[in-house]
């Protein structure tokens, strides 16, 4: 079994934990002793933090909506699509027809690189996420 | 946070505002019950008898929405007992004398009427916060989900000002950051008006260096709030939505508007872990990797930013949100070529001073708090210490705003919204945690007892709860945890689902909707 250190994905407290990984899954998650945050104690939602990964429901495969009902498809096919559509609205709209919603979930370089994608691609400043929720 | 986490248990008088922390920040809760036992003073603000509330020496049991007067009346006790800090008004404030003057207006017998405190208890609380030499003030949504929501910051921040209580170690003010990477999308500047680094988008200065960055032409005014793109309903100028890891279809209030609008796009392209509600509606949904399947940071909401390391492959054919989003810009014609997370953060250095000195190689093992300008700086542990970002902290009188939408003969009582410990927001991740189901299986609303016998309601029954809105079936908790009048209830359930019944109304400022205050009655149901 190998722990590897990060930090926990429920709240902004930001524990810090090990995640136990054990044949190509994560099978349990405990505390950093040392953690500043932390200092050997989680929750109950950080004991539990990884119980979510491998749920059976988890989305495996792009999905596009094809007679009404959304179809497994290909990555390459769904980037294009998505492309595709998106092109057609920036041109149209000139950018202020999108609307981006990032994640407060996400990581800092995620949330960087949609707001890029926002401003610098999509050439809009529409871009917000659930900070006030 | 102006301060770091543990900074708390060293305060002397810990005043909370709107926020449940024992449920929503366990390990804020765990600070400030370890400084309670080392003898500090805690003071609740709260409508609700929250957890923490019942260890509290004084807890103001305040009307949702009245905030401001509560607060104002708290400073006129501080001005009338001579406990200001003359010394910190003189020196590192301005505009004193308008919130003076209004302090010395005010109807005292007025505020006891609309808070619903006494004045003996605004009193204790005033002098308590005020007399030690470390108070600190944490709050969180119960004061930003408001109309007023900027002018109950405002008042906070009045308050601190007057007695000195910010500039110091264990002593500030602490807005509590809900999500894990809130505070870290702020700062990457996922907000429709600033850049990474809160760097106005108006700002020619600033857009002509990500312009020269970015190699591109940049818009130059502020986009649309979250709430402004998903309650436009038929008049959406919004044709198109790349939704990113969230589930406006249940966090958001006024669900009826959102579907409205969702049902108005041409395309939306959601990139998700699950089927959320709103990838259920979408045009493309991506499958993306989990925490557990990627590298890259979060930031707290101590401004710690912390590594965020791979333990496994992505599930599937699953992609982390970083290969999503850069393998569509390719396709739009703009490359993102990056070889890592890393590198994706040399750039934030690169444009962003708040995270100038951020690199990974010096992350570990516990990370750095922004401010951190250079490579040698350590990071910042507390903000403020010798003047504020824009120099002068200036005093803003603020005044009583009454909620959007009252209550009345039909519509008796408050609804107030919020989180329960086992889930979490809209469920997407803690309700595919089987612990969590068996700990928290539904959604309750919670109703003072006297309430309950007035409409001859039992524990456990189910009950319509419905605002002019719309309605929803809940099961229903007996419990002196809201006063008479009141009703809460958690928005993690998409079965009942409580942002039907929210209103629209938001801070014309924060644009943060009010979440808190809703008017709403319950019905037996036909048996």
Known sequence: MRNILTTCVYCGCGCGLYLHEENGRVVGASPSKNHPVSRSNLCVKGWHAHEFIHDSSRLTQPLIRKNGVLTSSGWDEALTYTAKAFRKIIDKTEGTGIGVLASAKCTNEENYLIQKLARAVFKTNNVDHCARL | ?527
């Open chain 2, 1 to 527: 946070m102006t301060n770091s986490i543990n900074e708390i248990e060293h305060s002397q008088v810990i005043l909370v505002s709107g926020s449940n922390t024992v449920k929503t920040h366990p390990q804020v809760a765990r600070r400030i019950f370890d400084a309670v036992d080392s003898g500090a003073s805690l003071i609740v603000i709260d409508p609700r008898r929250s957890p923490l509330a019942r260890h509290a020496d004084v807890h103001l049991s305040i009307r949702s929405g009245s905030d401001i007067p509560l607060l104002n009346g708290m400073m006129r006790v501080i001005l009338d007992e001579n406990l200001a800090d003359d010394a910190f008004v003189e020196m590192r404030t301005e505009n004193y004398h308008a919130l003076r003057d209004m302090l010395y207006r005010l109807d005292m017998d007025e505020i006891v009427a609309l808070t619903g405190v006494s004045l003996d208890k605004i009193s204790r609380a005033a002098k308590l916060y005020a007399r030690a030499q470390n108070s600190v003030v944490c709050y969180c949504l119960g004061i930003t989900q408001h109309i007023c929501g900027t002018d109950n910051v405002q008042a906070i921040a009045n308050l601190a000002m007057l007695t000195g209580n910010v500039e110091k170690e264990n002593t500030g003010v602490d807005p509590l950051r809900g999500q894990n990477n809130v505070q870290g999308a702020c700062d990457m500047g996922a907000l429709p008006g600033v850049f990474p680094g809160y760097q106005s988008v108006a700002d020619p200065e600033v857009r002509h260096r990500f312009e020269r960055a970015w190699q591109v032409s940049l818009p130059k005014t502020a986009g649309l709030t979250v709430t402004e793109m998903t309650h436009a309903a038929s008049d959406n100028p919004i044709k198109g939505m790349f939704v990113m890891g969230e589930n406006p279809m249940l966090s958001d209030p006024a669900l009826g508007l959102v579907r409205e609008s969702f049902a108005n796009l041409e395309f939306l392209a959601v990139a998700d872990i699950f089927l959320s509600e709103t990838a259920a509606v979408a045009d493309v949904v991506f499958p993306a990797a989990t925490f557990a399947e990627k590298e890259g940071t979060f930031t707290n909401t101590e401004r710690r930013v912390q590594l965020v390391r791979q333990a496994i492959a992505p599930v599937g054919e699953s992609r982390s949100d970083l290969d999503i989003i850069t393998a569509l810009s390719e396709k739009l014609g703009y490359p993102m070529p990056y070889a890592s997370a890393a590198e994706v953060m040399e750039e934030i250095a690169l444009l962003t001073p708040i995270y100038a000195g951020i690199f990974y190689d010096r992350l570990a093992p516990w990370g750095l708090q922004w401010p951190c300008f250079d490579r040698e700086h350590g990071g910042t542990p507390f903000l403020h210490k010798y003047n504020f970002a824009r120099g002068k902290g200036r005093f803003v009188p603020t005044s009583h705003k009454p909620p959007s939408e009252p209550t009345d003969a039909e519509y008796p009582f408050v609804l107030i919204t919020g989180r329960s410990y086992h889930q979490y927001h809209t469920g997407t991740m803690s309700r595919k945690t089987p612990v969590f189901n068996r700990e928290c299986p539904e959604g309750l609303l919670e109703i003072h007892p006297l309430d309950a016998k007035t409409y001859n309601i039992r524990a456990r029954e189910m009950v319509r709860l419905s605002s002019r809105r719309g309605s929803i079936k809940v099961k229903v908790t007996l419990t002196k945890t809201v006063n008479p009048g009141s009703l809460f209830t958690t928005f993690h359930f998409a079965e009942a689902a409580v942002n039907e019944l929210t209103v629209a109304a938001r801070d014309p400022q924060a644009k943060c909707p009010e979440l808190k205050v809703c008017a709403a009655k319950i019905e037996k149901l036909e048996t």
